[in-house]
């Protein structure tokens, strides 16, 4: 099993910028989405629109799961084709206008654009803060590529709350 903390996995969590989250719509249905996220204490930040299936779908239902896929390569053969290394875990979304964001996160997924809480025509921008809750299971993260052939070693699990 890999050797990993929870700081380890949060690092990995800072650098990527796709992630996909499932929820279930009000009718029990399974959705996926994938957003890009920013990291912020230890949250996972995103934003939609209110007239998104998505932030109907979290707004009605919070729980969520995430997957996070982590590109991996072999150095200097790069035509060798590598499963990626996954990060996944449960989570709880809140939902609240953009404006409300924390400035970090707001000013890092909303460049460039005008934020109101009326959206008008368009609808509003809102963002969407997942905390993990529970263990991330990993696969291939803090591995080698050879490493990852070997299903026990690449296997990892951590809480996601050690601080």
Known sequence: MADLTTDDVWRVLEKQNFMVVGMVSARGKARTAGVMPFTLDRTLWF???????????????????????????????????????????????????????????????????????????????????????????????GVSVVRMRDTNAARGRVSSNDQ
Do not use: C
């Not at 499963?83 to 997924?109: H, K, N, W, Y």
């Not at 909303?110 to 934020?115: E, I, K, P, R, V």
């Open 47 to 141: 934003t939609t629109n209110d007239r998104e299936w998505k932030a109907r779908h979290i707004a009605f239902n919070p729980e969520v799961s995430v997957t996070v896929a982590i590109p991996k390569r072999v150095p200097l053969l790069p035509w060798i084709k590598v499963p990626a290394a996954t990060i996944t875990f449960s989570g709880i979304a809140e939902v609240m206008p953009a404006t409300r964001m924390p400035d970090a996160a707001r000013q890092a997924l909303t460049q460039g654009l005008t934020l109101s809480e009326d959206g008008g025509a368009h609808g509003s921008l809102l963002g969407i803060g997942v905390r993990p809750v529970g263990d991330f299971v990993t696969y291939g993260v």
